[in-house]
């Protein structure tokens, strides 16, 4: 098993800034990918960004490219989600995820392992 612990969510003025962390711990040789979700009340899960472990190749909705960035530190099994210009829109729980497959992609499904969420509040 995999545990993923979510951290640095919090209330935020519109145009500010946010970095999400993800330690991830247990077993995780056999994770090769992360990703980054969000849920906003009375809406499904979303898909925000993945990177991979080993090639840093990284993938993000349209929603918020240009504007958030994710990256890793493979020494500590964390991944970050730096947030900048955020928007009200944005106002959601991000959801931290991890994949035994290369290219998980925007699928829920295609993550093995969750962590429990952080809320992320963008006031206007």
């Known amino acids: 098993q995999v545990q993923l612990v979510e951290s640095g969510g919090g209330l935020v003025q519109a145009g500010g800034s946010l970095r999400l962390s993800c330690a991830a711990s247990?077993?995780?040789?056999?994770?090769?990918?992360m990703g980054w979700f969000r849920q906003a009340p009375g809406k499904e899960r979303e898909f925000v960004s993945t990177?991979?472990?080993?090639?840093?190749?990284?993938d993000y909705a349209d929603s918020v490219k240009g504007r958030f960035a994710i990256s890793r530190d493979n020494a500590k099994n964390t991944v970050f989600l730096q947030m900048s210009s955020l928007k009200p829109e944005d106002t959601a729980v991000y959801y931290c995820?991890?994949?035994?497959?290369?290219?998980?992609?925007?699928?829920?499904?295609?993550?093995?392992?969750w962590g429990q969420g952080t809320q992320v509040t963008v006031s206007s």
């Open positions: 995820a991890a994949a035994r497959r290369y290219y998980p992609g925007v699928i829920t499904t295609s993550y093995d392992y």
């Open positions: 990177i991979t472990w080993s090639r840093a190749y990284t």
């Open positions: 247990g077993r995780t040789f056999s994770v090769v990918a």
